[in-house]
């Protein structure tokens, strides 16, 4: 391992840990422009979640929560436009800076959504508002963000009908905490979507990148960053939500790796793993909780 970098990334690390250095450098950051000026993606997760929930249930009077929304509502303002009951938003982190960036995304999306045929569509002028000092107001009867780790989600047991998340679970340092918690959460029959990024999030042309460290090097470089994975791969996802009280109704490879494997080299506890699991770089999860 390359010592210069080692240190380097453990200092970053270090410094990911001050919440107001964090925030600061995520709100000035290019990256976050760049995200936020995507719009139209944001509303085809929202649209990808309601046609694949449309194959089990009717999304009208349904109870739904986004896990890691991240640096939007958007989810939100889709789900309730189409009939949702409530949609609750958690994230462990702040995200959601509510400057001229964000406010723009939604206001686009909100257009988005106003030309659509969703059937409630008249209540976004009440959902989102801004205030006469810049503040941005949000009706709780229809949407409502709640800052916690989703290990321990401070909501009632089989509230949910419907539970998402897109790229997301990869980042969580619990997995099979975050995984028992959304069994808690999700009603018997319930149907939980998430999309699992496995590649590498630092760089993004070395997708297995992530896999080359131990533990121990892994954590003391990437705890504390947006970029951290827990490296779970594709059959140890498969085992959590199973194991967790999930049936897994869909599963689709969204994106593989081509190229092959005989020169990378990998941590010790990676060796073992099958290449076809190592290849699967993006994958998406239908869940139904079993009726137990």
């Known amino acids: 391992m390359d010592k210069f970098l080692f240190i380097k990334e453990t200092a970053k690390n ?3 840990s001050v919440s107001f250095l964090r925030e600061t450098k995520e709100k000035n950051s290019k990256k976050r422009f760049e995200v936020l000026n995507d719009y139209k993606r944001f509303y085809e ?3 990808k979640y309601h046609q ?10 349904k109870v739904i929560l986004e896990i890691g929304n991240g640096n939007s509502i958007v989810t939100a303002l889709y789900m309730v436009a189409w009939g949702a009951k409530k949609v609750y ?4 982190f ?8 964000d406010k723009s995304l939604h206001n686009k999306i909100i257009s988005i959504i106003k030309e659509s045929a969703a059937p409630k569509k008249e209540l976004l002028t009440d959902l989102f ?3 006469a000092n810049g503040k941005i107001l949000l009706n709780n009867d229809y949407i409502e963000i709640i800052k916690a780790d989703a290990k321990a989600i401070p909501l009632q047991a089989e509230s949910f009908d419907l539970i998402v998340s897109n790229a997301v679970l990869e980042r969580v340092h619990y997995p099979v905490q975050v995984v028992s918690e959304l069994s808690r959460l999700s009603k018997k029959g319930g149907i939980s979507i998430h999309e699992i990024d496995l590649r590498d999030h630092f760089v993004k042309n070395e997708p297995l990148r992530l896999l080359q460290y131990s533990n121990f090097a892994w954590n003391l470089m990437t705890w504390n960053r ?3 994975t827990n490296r779970l791969r594709k059959s140890e996802w498969e085992n959590i939500f199973s194991e967790n009280g999930f049936d897994i109704a869909e599963h689709q490879e969204k994106l593989n790796l081509t190229e092959e494997l005989k020169n990378k080299v990998f941590a010790e506890k990676f060796r073992k793993i099958s290449d076809s699991d190592l290849k699967t770089l993006v994958i998406l999860f239908v869940l139904k909780k079993r009726n137990l």
Do not use: Q
């Open 14 to 16: 270090l410094l990911c």
């Open 45 to 47: 997760v929202a649209l």
């Open 52 to 61: 694949i929930y449309e194959n089990y249930s009717n999304i009208d009077e």
């Open 89 to 92: 938003l958690v994230d462990r």
């Open 94 to 101: 702040k995200h959601l800076f509510w400057d001229d960036k």
């Open 129 to 131: 508002k801004t205030a």
């Open 226 to 228: 947006s970029g951290y």
